[in-house]
């Protein structure tokens, strides 16, 4: 069964702080995607990953991709408080399309001012 | 407008009512999504559409479930015979084609309740 998992699924934490926040996968895959929610909102895009090795930095978030260890983070650099929102990783299984990515469950994550 | 636009955005049914639920995707995005988010957890695929091809059903649930893309467009999710766990966000999303590397837009989502 193909699996992404996403942890921590929630994280508290004082702004200014440095975090990571994992997602894993149990195929193989080089595309990656990270997205963000708002509460009651649209899912926004972040980041596109289509290599092992992939690095992309927007502001204080940072994702890269180690595809052989199926493993991406999202890393977030002196947090602040606009940054609070759940952050979903998917991945596409089949490298050629798009449209059937396996999700991560969400990671929730509240910044404290 | 400029965004996938959804609706209704909420929409509380009795159990065994039938739903409509709309999306008309970014002009010119030939790719469109039907996804299903229930509370606290990730996405789960229904249903997709790209151009005029057939649509890839592969994740509707039940077969109380359908959907239709009427001239390339305007989506339509239909379920049937509401059951309560069927309760949850429903998201459509599209993009300007299946390739890799297209972002896939997201509308804000229609929010059934089953009562």
């Known amino acids: 069964e193909l699996k992404v998992e996403q942890n921590p699924l929630f994280l508290s934490m004082q702004e200014g702080k440095n975090y990571t926040i994992y997602c894993n996968y149990s195929t193989t895959s080089d595309r990656l995607y990270w997205y963000r929610q708002d509460p009651g909102k649209s899912l926004e895009s972040l980041f596109v990953l289509l290599s092992n090795g992939a690095v992309k930095q927007e502001g204080r978030l940072m994702a890269s991709l180690d595809t052989k260890a199926r493993l991406s983070t999202l890393h977030i650099t002196a947090a602040v408080h606009d940054l609070s929102a759940t952050y979903f990783c998917?991945?596409?299984?089949?490298?050629?399309?798009?449209?059937?990515?396996?999700w991560g469950a969400g990671t929730k994550l509240i910044i404290k001012p | 407008g400029a965004g996938v636009s959804q609706s209704p955005s909420n929409k509380v049914t009795e159990k065994g009512k039938d739903v409509e639920l709309r999306c008309d995707p970014i002009s010119g995005h030939t790719a469109l999504y039907w996804y299903r988010q229930s509370l606290g957890q990730g996405l789960e695929f229904l249903i997709y559409f790209q151009g005029n091809s057939a649509p890839d059903k592969s994740g509707l649930p039940s077969d109380r479930f359908s959907a239709e893309r009427t001239g390339g467009s305007v989506s339509t999710l239909t379920i049937q015979r509401t059951q309560q766990e069927d309760s949850a966000v429903y998201l459509c999303?599209?993009?300007?084609?299946?390739?890799?590397?297209?972002?896939?837009?997201f509308g804000e989502g229609s929010w059934l309740t089953v009562v």
């Open positions: 999303a599209s993009s300007l084609g299946p390739s890799t590397g297209n972002t896939i837009y």
């Open positions: 998917a991945v596409d299984p089949l490298m050629d399309s798009n449209y059937q990515l396996i």
